[in-house]
């Protein structure tokens, strides 16, 4: 399975940004996938994850209302939708997903994420 985010960039707080995360190596469609990000000194959070059949999604309280997660099965591709960036938004981004197929249940944290993209670094000037 490889993952690879892209999208990433310089933008001037209240600007927006959409990340992208191609999947191959399996079924797309079939599973639960997240975006992560860590700052510099911080810990790696989820900012948002979004189940296989988009049934559900999950915002972590800093960025709802701002962020979109979203994904194009057929095109196998995982986007996260920034807008009105701040320079707290500052951060390396990661998408992941989890091993299981199908999956009911939420996953917030990463170490219940199986494969992991390389990451795109968002930096936001205020």
Sequence with gaps: VQLQASGGGLVQAGGSLRLSCQVSGRTFSAYTMGWFRQAPGKERELVAAISWSAGYTYYADSVKGRFTI???????????????LEPEDTAVYYCATRERPYERSRYLTDIEYDYWGQGTLVTVSS
Excluded: E, I, P, Y
């Design 70 to 84: 979203s994904r194009d099965n057929a095109k196998s591709t995982l986007f996260l939708q920034m807008n009105s």
